[in-house]
């Protein structure tokens, strides 16, 4: 079953549309459009193969997307600022990604996902000020966050818990953006990239367990690094 809902505001004008949709079963899709500002959306998929996706230009927008089964996808894209995000998906394999363009600022994200194998994806081109965090539970799961376009003072933390996890953040330019990766337990894989001459960057990499970690620094100064825990090479 596909559904599509649609809102335009027109000349500016914030209608505050709120779209809701429930889906029960298997290979669904979800399709929610919001042009204007103060607009909230709700998805919500229990079953296999659901495709869910949102997309919000504006300021003041929130997203919700829940999905609980496996092979689920959950997209969402946004032109705009101060908005909120959320994906939650739980007993995969699923797949999240959310991309903010056009240089939007005071957005937040939340990726949470529970069970194996999962991919989550941030991707924000320019912007300053953006949070986001990528949780993910149990073993084999990726996670992948970047920051491109010189954007600045965006936070990024991703925490995973179990084994075999592989963690990414990459920041292309900019300055004073803050980044942390915790993983627990073994055989996990972290790296933080800075390339392009961005300053006065935050990085921390606390392990606990059997790990591998990466750290690359392009022509970087004022940058600070902790790592902790243990790791291997």
Known sequence: MVVLMVALALSGVALGNTADIYQSGDSNEAYIEQVGD???ASQTQIGTGNDARVYQDGILNSASQYQDGAYNTATINITG???SVEQVQKNGPNFAATSIIGGGYENTV???QEGNENQAYVDIDGGYSNSVEQVQKNGSNFA???IIGGGYENTVRQSQEGNENQAYILIDGGYSNSVEQVQKNNGNFAKIEIISGGSENTVRQPQNGGQSSTIVIDGMWGLFIEKTG???P
């Open 110 to 112: 939340l990726q949470s």
């Open 81 to 83: 600022s101060s908005n």
């Open 38 to 40: 103060g607009n909230e």
């Open 144 to 146: 992948a966050t970047n």
């Open 230 to 232: 243990t790791n291997y």
